[in-house]
T-cell receptor, first 113, second 115 residues
Framework: DQQVKQNSPSLSVQEGRISILNCDYT??????FLWYKKYPAEGPTFLIS?????DKNEDGRFTVFLNKSAKHLSLHIVPSQPGDSAVYFC????????????FGSGTRLSIRP | DARVTQTPRDKVTEMGQEVTMRCQPI?????VFWYRQTMMQGLELLAY????????DSGMPKDRFSAEMPDATLATLKIQPSEPRDSAVYFC?????????????FGQGTRLTVV
């Protein structure tokens, strides 16, 4: 039973355009959400996060949107750059209790020239 | 330069052999996670510790996997006996839960191949 789902295994976007990566979750106890970026042969690195008290968080070219009623979040990258080509993982946690971090299956983003 | 250190980076072993993966969390971090990356499951949580105590290891196959934290600077993940289906990249991550939970920092992973 996957509590965090990324239904698009891959995404190809032209350089300079907007990249939108989507994530759905099922556990209503999740109140903190994170995006990680992973290059080949490296560990995932933290990108951006959002608490459930917000519906948007922005950091430079990266913006995460949270729709609690739909249990859906998305990561927007604009403009997309070649260095953004990587695997992006969505993750969720519940601050109350054990607060383990559950990851989705990842979306491979390719930025084409 | 604080980082999570994992050893070995690569391990090839024969089926049935014991495998031990090691992780040195970032100094001061009190939470340690073990994840396994597979194509189908993405980053699968195997176990995690807080203040060296195991909080959840429900993601681990109990009959062959074991995770421990002998001290605050070392976490180990052991597979005995190893099987070809255990081939994957295993990541350790650490974080600090003393304040508001922020993020976990990952090591570079151990690529395990069981032949």
């Amino acid at each position: 039973d996957q509590q965090v789902k990324q239904n698009s295994p891959s995404l190809s976007v032209q350089e300079g355009r907007i990249s939108i990566l989507n994530c759905d979750y099922t556990n209503s106890m999740f109140d903190y959400f994170l995006w990680y970026k992973k290059y080949p042969a490296e560990g995932p690195t933290f990108l951006i996060s959002i608490s459930s008290i917000k519906d948007k968080n922005e950091d430079g070219r990266f913006t995460v949107f949270l729709n609690k009623s739909a249990k859906h979040l998305s990561l927007h990258i604009v403009p997309s750059q070649p260095g953004d080509s990587a695997v992006y993982f969505c993750a969720a946690s519940a601050r109350i209790g054990a607060s383990k971090i559950i990851f989705g299956s990842g979306t491979r983003l390719s930025i084409r020239p | 330069d604080a980082r999570v250190t994992q050893t070995p980076r690569d391990k090839v072993t024969e089926m049935g052999q014991e495998v031990t993966m090691r992780c040195q969390p970032i100094l001061g971090h009190n939470t340690v996670f073990w994840y396994r990356q597979t194509m189908m499951q993405g980053l699968e949580l195997l176990a995690y510790f807080r203040n060296r105590a195991p909080l959840d290891d429900s993601g681990m196959p109990k009959d062959r996997f074991s995770a421990e934290m002998p001290d605050a600077t070392l976490a180990t993940l052991k597979i005995q006996p190893s099987e070809p289906r255990d081939s994957a990249v295993y990541f350790c991550a650490s974080g600090s839960e003393d304040r508001v939970w922020t993020e976990a920092f990952f090591g570079q992973g151990t690529r395990l191949t069981v032949v």
